[in-house]
Protein backbone atom coordinates (compact mmCIF):
# COMPACT_ATOMS: atom_id res chain seq x y z
CA UNK A 1 0.00 0.00 0.00
CA UNK A 2 2.92 2.25 0.30
CA UNK A 3 4.08 1.62 -3.36
CA UNK A 4 1.56 4.65 -4.49
CA UNK A 5 -2.04 4.73 -6.23
CA UNK A 6 -1.24 1.40 -7.80
CA UNK A 7 -0.96 -0.47 -4.40
CA UNK A 8 -4.07 1.07 -3.41
CA UNK A 9 -6.20 -0.22 -6.40
CA UNK A 10 -7.05 -3.40 -5.17
CA UNK A 11 -8.59 -2.05 -1.83
CA UNK A 12 -10.86 0.55 -3.69
CA UNK A 13 -12.11 -1.08 -6.70
CA UNK A 14 -15.41 -2.90 -6.36
CA UNK A 15 -15.97 -5.86 -5.44
CA UNK A 16 -12.63 -5.54 -3.57
CA UNK A 17 -11.49 -4.86 0.18
CA UNK A 18 -14.09 -2.22 0.47
CA UNK A 19 -16.66 -4.75 -0.86
CA UNK A 20 -16.50 -6.98 1.47
CA UNK A 21 -16.32 -4.37 4.18
CA UNK A 22 -19.80 -3.38 2.64
CA UNK A 23 -21.23 -6.13 2.95
CA UNK A 24 -20.56 -6.73 6.67
CA UNK A 25 -21.96 -3.51 7.08
CA UNK A 26 -25.17 -4.48 6.03
CA UNK A 27 -25.39 -7.70 7.29
CA UNK A 28 -25.22 -5.63 10.81
CA UNK A 29 -27.34 -3.80 9.48
CA UNK A 30 -29.92 -6.56 8.99
CA UNK A 31 -29.21 -8.24 12.07
CA UNK A 32 -29.94 -5.06 13.83
CA UNK A 33 -33.43 -4.82 12.21
CA UNK A 34 -34.26 -8.48 12.84
CA UNK A 35 -33.68 -7.88 16.60
CA UNK A 36 -35.91 -4.63 16.54
CA UNK A 37 -38.90 -6.89 14.64
CA UNK A 38 -38.63 -10.24 15.88
CA UNK A 39 -42.35 -11.02 15.57
CA UNK A 40 -42.86 -9.40 12.00
CA UNK A 41 -39.82 -11.83 10.97
CA UNK A 42 -41.23 -14.94 12.62
CA UNK A 43 -44.60 -14.00 10.86
CA UNK A 44 -42.73 -13.39 7.38
CA UNK A 45 -39.97 -16.08 7.35
CA UNK A 46 -36.36 -16.11 6.84
CA UNK A 47 -36.94 -15.87 3.04
CA UNK A 48 -39.26 -12.78 3.22
CA UNK A 49 -38.26 -11.07 5.97
CA UNK A 50 -34.92 -10.98 4.48
CA UNK A 51 -35.80 -9.84 1.36
CA UNK A 52 -37.52 -6.59 3.03
CA UNK A 53 -35.08 -5.95 5.13
CA UNK A 54 -32.96 -5.79 1.76
CA UNK A 55 -35.45 -3.92 0.04
CA UNK A 56 -35.93 -1.92 2.43
CA UNK A 57 -32.20 -0.90 2.99
CA UNK A 58 -32.00 -0.04 -0.40
CA UNK A 59 -34.78 2.25 -0.17
CA UNK A 60 -33.65 3.86 3.13
CA UNK A 61 -30.01 3.70 4.34
CA UNK A 62 -28.86 4.38 7.05
CA UNK A 63 -28.18 7.93 7.23
CA UNK A 64 -28.09 8.67 11.01
CA UNK A 65 -25.48 8.24 13.57
CA UNK A 66 -27.27 5.66 15.40
CA UNK A 67 -29.07 3.29 14.16
CA UNK A 68 -31.72 3.05 16.90
CA UNK A 69 -33.75 4.80 14.17
CA UNK A 70 -32.91 2.62 11.43
CA UNK A 71 -36.22 0.77 11.42
CA UNK A 72 -38.31 4.14 11.52
CA UNK A 73 -39.88 3.81 8.13
CA UNK A 74 -40.50 0.04 7.88
CA UNK A 75 -43.94 -0.44 8.67
CA UNK A 76 -44.69 2.63 6.27
CA UNK A 77 -43.02 1.37 3.72
CA UNK A 78 -44.40 -2.38 4.07
CA UNK A 79 -47.77 -0.47 3.64
CA UNK A 80 -46.73 1.12 0.59
CA UNK A 81 -44.07 -1.02 -1.02
CA UNK A 82 -45.65 -4.32 -3.38
CA UNK A 83 -45.83 -6.81 -3.25
CA UNK A 84 -45.73 -6.40 0.55
CA UNK A 85 -48.49 -3.47 0.61
CA UNK A 86 -50.90 -6.70 0.16
CA UNK A 87 -50.54 -8.21 2.94
CA UNK A 88 -51.51 -5.54 5.49
CA UNK A 89 -50.31 -7.22 9.04
CA UNK A 90 -46.95 -7.41 8.29
CA UNK A 91 -47.03 -3.47 8.38
CA UNK A 92 -48.94 -3.21 11.60
CA UNK A 93 -46.82 -6.00 13.10
CA UNK A 94 -43.90 -3.63 12.36
CA UNK A 95 -45.82 -0.86 13.66
CA UNK A 96 -46.91 -2.22 16.58
CA UNK A 97 -43.09 -3.64 17.68
CA UNK A 98 -41.91 0.17 16.54
CA UNK A 99 -44.22 1.69 19.31
CA UNK A 100 -43.32 -0.95 21.70
CA UNK A 101 -39.65 0.22 21.20
CA UNK A 102 -40.21 3.76 21.02
CA UNK A 103 -42.07 3.37 24.46
CA UNK A 104 -39.04 1.34 26.43
CA UNK A 105 -36.70 4.13 25.03
CA UNK A 106 -38.77 7.36 25.48
CA UNK A 107 -36.79 9.92 28.13
CA UNK A 108 -38.68 9.69 31.60
CA UNK A 109 -40.98 12.37 32.64
CA UNK A 110 -43.25 13.40 35.88
CA UNK A 111 -46.49 11.74 36.39
CA UNK A 112 -49.69 13.49 37.68
CA UNK A 113 -50.96 11.44 41.16
CA UNK A 114 -54.27 10.22 41.30
CA UNK A 115 -54.47 12.03 44.60
CA UNK A 116 -53.25 15.34 42.48
CA UNK A 117 -56.67 14.84 40.25
CA UNK A 118 -58.75 13.86 42.71
CA UNK A 119 -57.96 17.50 44.55
CA UNK A 120 -58.50 19.48 41.27
CA UNK A 121 -61.82 21.60 41.92
CA UNK A 122 -64.80 21.36 40.48
CA UNK A 123 -64.85 24.37 38.97
CA UNK A 124 -61.78 23.76 37.26
CA UNK A 125 -62.17 20.45 35.63
CA UNK A 126 -63.82 22.17 32.54
CA UNK A 127 -60.44 23.69 31.46
CA UNK A 128 -58.19 21.10 32.35
CA UNK A 129 -56.09 20.32 29.56
CA UNK A 130 -53.31 17.40 29.92
CA UNK A 131 -49.71 16.92 29.07
CA UNK A 132 -48.95 13.76 28.20
CA UNK A 133 -45.48 11.45 28.92
CA UNK A 134 -43.18 10.94 26.18
CA UNK A 135 -43.37 6.72 26.47
CA UNK A 136 -47.53 7.41 24.93
CA UNK A 137 -47.60 6.30 21.67
CA UNK A 138 -51.31 5.39 19.47
CA UNK A 139 -51.61 3.36 16.58
CA UNK A 140 -53.82 2.28 14.61
CA UNK A 141 -54.01 -1.35 13.54
CA UNK A 142 -56.16 -3.35 10.65
CA UNK A 143 -55.24 -6.56 12.60
CA UNK A 144 -54.73 -8.05 16.13
CA UNK A 145 -50.75 -8.66 16.12
CA UNK A 146 -50.56 -8.56 19.81
CA UNK A 147 -50.94 -11.93 20.52
CA UNK A 148 -48.62 -13.37 17.66
CA UNK A 149 -46.13 -10.55 19.28
CA UNK A 150 -46.34 -11.88 22.90
CA UNK A 151 -46.04 -15.47 21.61
CA UNK A 152 -43.17 -14.43 19.80
CA UNK A 153 -41.34 -12.57 22.13
CA UNK A 154 -42.32 -15.18 25.19
CA UNK A 155 -40.89 -18.55 22.98
CA UNK A 156 -44.09 -19.70 22.39
CA UNK A 157 -45.76 -21.00 19.19
CA UNK A 158 -48.06 -18.54 17.89
CA UNK A 159 -51.07 -20.08 17.88
CA UNK A 160 -52.15 -18.35 14.54
CA UNK A 161 -51.43 -15.76 12.09
CA UNK A 162 -52.87 -12.10 12.91
CA UNK A 163 -56.46 -11.89 12.48
CA UNK A 164 -57.97 -8.80 10.22
CA UNK A 165 -60.02 -6.38 12.66
CA UNK A 166 -63.76 -5.62 11.29
CA UNK A 167 -62.79 -1.95 11.43
CA UNK A 168 -59.06 -0.24 12.02
CA UNK A 169 -59.17 -0.05 16.26
CA UNK A 170 -56.49 1.96 17.78
CA UNK A 171 -53.99 0.73 20.58
CA UNK A 172 -52.30 2.73 23.29
CA UNK A 173 -48.97 2.24 23.95
CA UNK A 174 -46.46 3.02 26.75
CA UNK A 175 -44.31 2.19 29.57
CA UNK A 176 -45.16 1.50 33.14
CA UNK A 177 -44.12 3.79 35.18
CA UNK A 178 -43.01 1.40 38.25
CA UNK A 179 -41.94 -1.73 36.10
CA UNK A 180 -40.48 0.11 32.99
CA UNK A 181 -41.60 -2.61 30.74
CA UNK A 182 -43.65 -1.47 27.41
CA UNK A 183 -47.54 -1.82 27.74
CA UNK A 184 -50.65 -1.51 25.40
CA UNK A 185 -54.04 -1.96 25.30
CA UNK A 186 -56.77 -1.57 22.85
CA UNK A 187 -58.83 1.88 23.09
CA UNK A 188 -62.70 1.73 22.49
CA UNK A 189 -63.50 4.28 20.04
CA UNK A 190 -65.06 6.81 22.22
CA UNK A 191 -61.90 6.70 23.78
CA UNK A 192 -59.53 7.07 20.99
CA UNK A 193 -61.53 10.25 20.08
CA UNK A 194 -61.77 11.38 22.98
CA UNK A 195 -57.54 10.97 23.57
CA UNK A 196 -56.46 12.01 19.79
CA UNK A 197 -58.71 15.25 21.20
CA UNK A 198 -56.41 15.52 24.67
CA UNK A 199 -52.90 15.07 23.00
CA UNK A 200 -54.03 17.86 20.07
CA UNK A 201 -54.47 19.82 23.18
CA UNK A 202 -58.23 19.67 24.06
CA UNK A 203 -59.86 20.96 27.38
CA UNK A 204 -62.30 18.64 29.60
CA UNK A 205 -65.37 20.61 28.14
CA UNK A 206 -64.23 19.63 24.60
CA UNK A 207 -63.35 16.61 25.68
CA UNK A 208 -67.31 15.65 27.15
CA UNK A 209 -68.57 17.21 23.90
CA UNK A 210 -66.54 14.30 21.64
CA UNK A 211 -68.70 11.46 24.06
CA UNK A 212 -71.79 13.64 24.16
CA UNK A 213 -73.38 12.75 20.36
CA UNK A 214 -76.22 10.06 20.88
CA UNK A 215 -75.50 10.65 24.88
CA UNK A 216 -76.95 12.18 27.82
CA UNK A 217 -74.23 15.29 28.84
CA UNK A 218 -74.33 14.09 32.23
CA UNK A 219 -73.50 10.77 31.12
CA UNK A 220 -70.99 12.16 28.74
CA UNK A 221 -68.93 14.23 31.75
CA UNK A 222 -68.70 11.28 34.10
CA UNK A 223 -67.77 8.51 30.77
CA UNK A 224 -65.04 11.47 30.52
CA UNK A 225 -63.94 11.68 34.04
CA UNK A 226 -63.80 8.01 34.08
CA UNK A 227 -61.38 7.75 31.46
CA UNK A 228 -58.89 10.93 32.40
CA UNK A 229 -58.60 9.13 35.60
CA UNK A 230 -57.68 5.73 33.84
CA UNK A 231 -55.10 7.50 31.82
CA UNK A 232 -53.87 9.15 35.05
CA UNK A 233 -53.58 5.84 36.75
CA UNK A 234 -51.95 4.48 33.89
CA UNK A 235 -49.18 7.09 34.11
CA UNK A 236 -50.22 8.62 30.78
CA UNK A 237 -50.52 12.41 32.34
CA UNK A 238 -47.48 14.32 33.01
CA UNK A 239 -49.59 17.51 33.94
CA UNK A 240 -52.53 19.04 34.39
CA UNK A 241 -51.75 22.13 32.23
CA UNK A 242 -51.27 20.94 28.52
CA UNK A 243 -47.76 21.07 28.51
CA UNK A 244 -45.53 19.28 26.70
CA UNK A 245 -43.63 16.52 28.55
Excluded: K
Excluded at 74 to 79: E, H, V, Y
Amino acid sequence: MLSGADGLEPYLAEGGHIGVYDHAYRARLQEILAGDFPALHSLMGDEAFGQVINGYLDAHPSRRRSVRWLGAALGDWLRETAPWSAHREAADMAAFEWALGLAFDAPDAPVVAQADLMATAAESWPGLRFGFHPALTVISLHHDVTGFQQAVTGEREPEAAPEPLDRPASWAIWRDHDSLIAMFRRLEPDEAAMLDNARAGADFSVLCDTLSFGADSDDAAMRAAGLVLGWVQSGWVSNLNGDAA
